[in-house]
T-cell receptor
Framework: NAGVTQTPKFQVLKTGQSMTLQCAQDMNHEYMSWYRQDPGMGLRLIHYSVGAGITDQGEVPNGYNVSRSTTEDFPLRLLSAAPSQTSVYFC????????????????FGAGTRLSVL | DQQVKQNSPSLSVQEGRISILNCDYTNSMFDYFLWYKKYPAEGPTFLISISSIKDKNEDGRFTVFLNKSAKHLSLHIVPSQPGDSAVYFCAASAQETSGSRLTFGEGTQLTVNP
């Protein structure tokens, strides 16, 4: 059982370049999300999706785009990379929870370490 | 506005002793709280959780305590082991209003010395 798979593991970009970070899950989870982790700031939510065709912005969405055409995949696009986007990016998935207190355990991928020069 | 705060960036304890990691929150809508553990070069992994209808949840060496009136939760690890050395993140969700969306604290680096 692969869980949440992120590719690539490492990437170096030049300022202004674009790229897509891939995320795939095989647990049939409705909810998927992208976070970035920066020193001293924990994990901050970039974008999330509650199902195929539905996406919404998180806490730090500027400079990133997402789409969700299938349940399994949730790619994150950097349109024009900037040094401020140097970070470690994590994708996570879970069953969707809402309206009642229920288990909402998000499962994370291993991360993509991105450097923008 | 940091809605979930872990005020201690680091904690060092001796093997066999208790580790206590603390977390404070400001949003009274939060009703579900989780602790994640993260090793270097890996993604966070779920450790233990608690819903707002409880004040304690225990799983082996790990116990989470919730004090709703103080908007405070803590993770106790007894006894601490060197393999517990990792970054611990506290997270919270308001499932009635925001569903699965999690808000994370800054993390606490725990070091357990042999």
């Amino acid at each position: 059982n692969a869980g949440v798979t992120q590719t690539p593991k490492f990437q170096v970009l030049k300022t202004g370049q674009s790229m897509t970070l891939q995320c795939a899950q095989d647990m049939n989870h409705e909810y998927m999300s992208w976070y970035r982790q920066d020193p001293g700031m924990g994990l901050r939510l970039i974008h999330y999706s509650v199902g195929a065709g539905i996406t919404d912005q998180g806490e730090v969405p500027n400079g990133y785009n997402v789409s969700r055409s299938t349940t399994e995949d949730f790619p994150l696009r950097l349109l024009s990379a900037a040094p401020s986007q140097t970070s470690v990016y994590f994708c996570a998935s879970s069953y969707f929870a809402g309206g009642a207190i229920a288990k909402n355990i998000q499962y994370f991928g291993a991360g993509t370490r991105l450097s923008v020069l | 506005d940091q809605q979930v705060k872990q005020n201690s960036p680091s904690l060092s304890v001796q093997e066999g002793r208790i580790s206590i990691l603390n977390c404070d929150y400001t949003n009274s809508m939060f009703d579900y709280f989780l602790w994640y553990k993260k090793y270097p070069a890996e993604g966070p992994t779920f450790l233990i959780s608690i819903s707002s209808i409880k004040d304690k949840n225990e799983d082996g060496r790990f116990t989470v305590f919730l004090n709703k009136s103080a908007k405070h939760l803590s993770l106790h690890i007894v006894p601490s082991q060197p393999g517990d050395s990792a970054v611990y993140f506290c997270a919270a969700s308001a499932q009635e209003t925001s569903g699965s969306r999690l808000t994370f604290g800054e993390g606490t680096q725990l070091t357990v010395n042999p």
